[in-house]
């Protein structure tokens, strides 16, 4: 089965995503082909995401398999070609569908997913240092930033461990040495809190390198968000 075959809103989402793919390169929130996005309807028991090997900045509707949420991964449509002459192989989901796949189960009102690699969130994370909230927008859309310890990328351990995570409504979590994972009940929001934490994380950065990181405390997040 192609993406063609999925329903208006479905193609809907996936145009989101590799909108936000090149939007996130073009912002140094990733590289070449690391990062990967997912989304679904609400309620939905599948979500879409990026193929295995897809390069972020380079997405289209055939980049992107739905796989089912509840099953362990099933999956139920792709963007490769039926079999024929003119075939490709068929396109597997991304390597880290597990993290996605876990969070949508510890998350019911999470319909996208955006895990990226930001370099200055992932410095400060490996130096100790939390990302302080500076900005009202920090406050807003980041609300607090959570951490898990190092597993290896791909892995159930990862995927449990992101997902335990964000049981508590926190929307941005740092995967250590590795990336980090926002969600949102939208992509656009979810688009919104990544380019927020990685702000953040570089104001964070220069106080500490003027030396008056001490002196910075995080803004409160406001009373009706």
């Known amino acids: 089965m192609r993406l063609d075959a999925g329903s208006d809103d479905e193609r809907d989402l996936c145009d989101q995503l590799a909108e936000v793919g090149a939007a996130v390169v073009r912002a140094g929130l990733v590289v070449g082909s690391g990062g990967n996005l997912s989304a679904r309807l609400p ?6 995401v990026t193929g295995a090997g897809t390069w972020l900045d ?4 055939p980049s992107f398999v739905r796989v089912r949420i509840d099953d362990g991964g099933t999956l139920t449509a792709g963007g490769a070609p039926p079999a024929g002459p003119t075939a490709y192989p068929p396109l597997a989901p991304s390597s880290e569908v597990a993290l996605h796949l876990a969070t949508y189960r510890a ?3 999470v319909t996208a997913i955006i895990h ?13 240092e939390h990302i302080r909230l500076v900005t009202t927008d920090h ?3 980041v609300r607090r930033v959570a951490t898990v310890p190092f597993f290896p990328p791909g892995s159930t351990e990862l995927a449990e461990a992101a997902a335990d ?4 409504g926190t929307n ?4 250590s040495r590795h990336g980090c994972s926002v969600l949102a009940d939208s992509v656009e929001l979810a688009h919104k809190r990544a380019h927020n934490l990685e ?5 964070t950065y220069r106080a500490l390198a003027i030396g008056r990181a001490t002196e910075l405390r995080d803004q409160p997040p406001p009373a009706s968000a």
């Open 43 to 48: 309620g939905a028991d599948a979500c879409w």
């Open 199 to 203: 702000e953040a994380a570089q104001l």
């Open 116 to 128: 990226l690699h930001p370099q200055t969130a992932l410095l400060l994370d490996a130096l100790g």
């Open 139 to 141: 406050a807003f859309y």
């Open 165 to 168: 995570a964000v049981r508590d």
């Open 58 to 61: 380079k997405l289209a509707r």
């Open 172 to 175: 941005c979590v740092i995967l």
């Open 107 to 109: 998350r019911p009102d």
